[in-house]
Nanobody
Framework: QVQLVESGGGLVRPGGSLRLSCTAS????????IGWFRQAPGKEREGVAY???????WFSSSVKARGTISRDNAKNMVYLEIDSLRPEDTAVYYC????????????????????WGQGTEVTVSS
């Protein structure tokens, strides 16, 4: 059974950092493109970061200068770290996997991903 589980969310003060983890089971992450998305209350789900099976990396403009995405294929995990957190980073963060060939131009379109985790909540507040 294909499953993605996010972890690492919580309450963080503005200016702090957070490292989110996405653990895959039931499939080998090596061959999948992984996207991180987030959804704030009352807003649409938006792409945050992407790491392709070939190692290609993209970030949304909102986190580009503050984010790091990496994958550990041996552990079947993908990580997202965001520094200098802002209140507007508050959202539920999801990781998603796409096993299809993905045009990186469309990496931030949720419907192109096949499998999703349940999300981990991040709150940035003083």
């Amino acid at each position: 059974q294909v499953q993605l589980v996010e972890s690492g969310g919580g309450l963080v003060r503005p200016g702090g950092s957070l490292r989110l983890s996405c653990t895959a089971s039931g499939f080998t992450l090596d061959y999948y493109n992984i996207g991180w998305f987030r959804q704030a209350p009352g807003k649409e789900r938006e792409g945050v970061a992407y790491i392709g099976s070939n190692g290609l990396i993209w970030f949304s403009s909102s986190v580009k200068a503050r984010g790091t995405i990496s994958r550990d294929n041996a552990k079947n995990m993908v990580y997202l770290e965001i520094d200098s957190l802002r209140p507007e980073d508050t959202a539920v963060y999801y990781c998603a996997a796409s096993g299809s060939q993905l045009d990186v131009s469309y990496w931030d379109i949720p419907s192109l991903y096949d499998d999703w985790g349940q999300g981990t909540e991040v709150t940035v507040s003083s």
